[in-house]
Structures are given as C-alpha cells and as structure tokens.
Nanobody
Framework: QVQLVESGGGLVQAGGSLRLSCAAS????????MGWFRQAPGKGREFVAV????????NYADSVKGRFTISRDNAKNTVYLQMSSLRPEDTAVYYC????????????????WGQGAQVTVSS
C-alpha cells in the first residue's frame, strides 16, 4: 500500500515551465510503476506519462512528448513531471498514480492516486 501527495501546481504563462512532484509513503516505492494523468474540466482522465519501476523506458502521450519529462528518485520516494513549453490546452488537474504491476496508459488499472494538482496555463 502507498499514499501519494502531490505538489508543484500553479499558474504559468504559455511557453513557461512547471515541475510537479508526487511523494509516496512507505518503503516499497521502488516496487511501483508511477504515472501521471490529467483531467480538464468536462473531459475524461487522460494519460500523460508513466515511469516503470526501474525508471527506464518512460512512456509519454503524443500530446506531451518532447515537452514533458517524467523522472523518479527512489531514495526520496518521489516522482516528478517536468513540464516545459506549456500550452493553454495543458490546463488541467494533474494526478499521479502508482501500481505494483501495471505500467501502461489506462488509468483504470492503477490502484493508488494522489489528490491532484491544478495546473493553469494562461494565454
């Protein structure tokens, strides 16, 4: 079991950058794949990025590829989402997710979720 706490959201101008953090409780963080999803008002939850347990071969949605970077620091029990070249359409609540087995794109397969962090990108 793991609990996730997110931080780093806020308001940024288009073209700017933000870094989201997701800190996990427990001592088995390295055993979990960690993903990021987002949900804009009136829309469904959308896959953003995922990191495997080892941190190798991260996977990104086409909409963020080349702009966002997922990374993890197992020593700090933290996963990050570095967001650059932000666009107004990136505005959403961003959720981190964890699972002990699954490391794909389907949010329904993740067992643990953070509380969400609001990211607003102004024009």
């Amino acid at each position: 079991q793991v609990q996730l706490v997110e931080s780093g959201g806020g308001l940024v101008q288009a073209g700017g950058s933000l870094r989201l953090s997701c800190a996990a409780s427990g001592r088995t963080f390295s055993n979990y794949a960690m993903g990021w999803f987002r949900q804009a008002p009136g829309k469904g939850r959308e896959f953003v990025a995922v990191s495997s347990r080892s941190g190798a071969s991260p996977n990104y949605a086409d909409s963020v590829k080349g702009r966002f970077t997922i990374s993890r620091d197992n020593a700090k029990n933290t996963v990050y989402l570095q967001m650059s070249s932000l666009r107004p359409e990136d505005t959403a609540v961003y959720y981190c997710a964890a699972d002990q087995i699954y490391s794909g794109r389907s949010y329904r397969q993740y067992h643990y979720w953070g509380q969400g962090a609001q990211v607003t990108v102004s024009s």
